[in-house]
């Protein structure tokens, strides 16, 4: 069965740090686009950040720009998200994501991890 679990998330006061990582089971995703969106309450799921297979390619949201950074291990089978100088507004439900390609629409991702809570304190 594939699973996709994302850790890490916590409660951060404003300006400090948090390392997300999904780590993945059931098959491998070294040749899968990677990606992660947020959903705050009462809004809809946000793009973040994707990579592509080869960890060569990179894509951020404007709001996130300088602040956050995706990366993987294809030999660990897990993506990571490192989110710097976190802001109030960062506060969401973070969730990784996979598919072929790169893409910043939620709806084209296939597989999806369960979320992980980030509470950002001002």
């Known amino acids: 069965q594939v699973q996709l679990v994302e850790s890490g998330g916590g409660l951060v006061q404003a300006g400090g740090s948090l390392r997300l990582s999904c780590a993945a089971s059931?098959?491998?995703?070294?040749?899968?686009?990677r990606a992660w969106f947020r959903q705050a309450p009462g809004k809809e799921r946000e793009f973040v950040a994707h990579?592509?297979?080869?960890?060569?390619?990179?894509y951020y949201t404007e709001s996130v720009k300088g602040r956050f950074t995706i990366s993987r291990d294809n030999a660990k089978n897990t993506v990571y998200l490192q989110m710097n100088s976190l802001k109030p507004e960062d506060t969401a439900v973070y969730y990784c994501?996979?598919?072929?390609?790169?893409?910043?629409?939620?709806?084209?991702?296939?597989?999806w991890g369960q979320g992980t809570q980030v509470t950002v304190s001002s």
């Open positions: 059931g098959r491998t995703f070294s040749s899968y686009a």
């Open positions: 994501a996979a598919r072929p390609q790169v893409s910043v629409h939620a709806a084209q991702y296939g597989y």
């Open positions: 990579i592509a297979w080869s960890g060569g390619s990179t």
